[in-house]
């Protein structure tokens, strides 16, 4: 990050197929190497297996996976006189979906199945109905950071 300057956010342009700006940055996240056609080609894919499975617009599945794997607190370490305190912290909006989406595809990645769009859509099926890896990372993340409410006076 610059000290002077201010950092310009970059607009990430909707993606070919869906027209969602999300979904390309989700593409961006999901790629490898510089590979975005492949990246592409497999998420494409796995929306396609979702609208298959779950009856309905892939998109809006998507979505609904994004918001219920998206956090609202995490916890922060903070350095007060020789003892370190896990601080809970509200987390921004760029960071809370940047989150989402990478926990969403760590969990696609480490769970057993034959291809990448398979396993993608699996996951992307669980996290809309409020279950899996990804909403238990969430979950697990809202616990710590409600279990150490006691300093969140020490908040900067």
Known sequence: ???RAHVVRREVPPDPKYG???????????MLGGKKSLA???IYRALDNVERQAHQNPVDVFDQAMRN???VLEVKPRRVGGATY???VEIRGDRRISLAMRWLIGSARSR?????????SAEIL?????????VKRRDDTHRMAEANKAFAHYRW
């Open 112 to 120: 057993p199945g034959k291809t990448m769009a398979d396993k993608l």
């Open 69 to 71: 794997a998206t956090p």
């Open 126 to 134: 669980d996290a809309s109905r409020g279950q899996g890896a990804t």
């Open 40 to 42: 592409e080609r497999i």
């Open 86 to 88: 896990q601080v809970p």
């Open 20 to 30: 969602s700006r999300t979904l390309s940055k989700f593409i961006n996240k999901m």
């Open 1 to 3: 990050m610059p000290r």
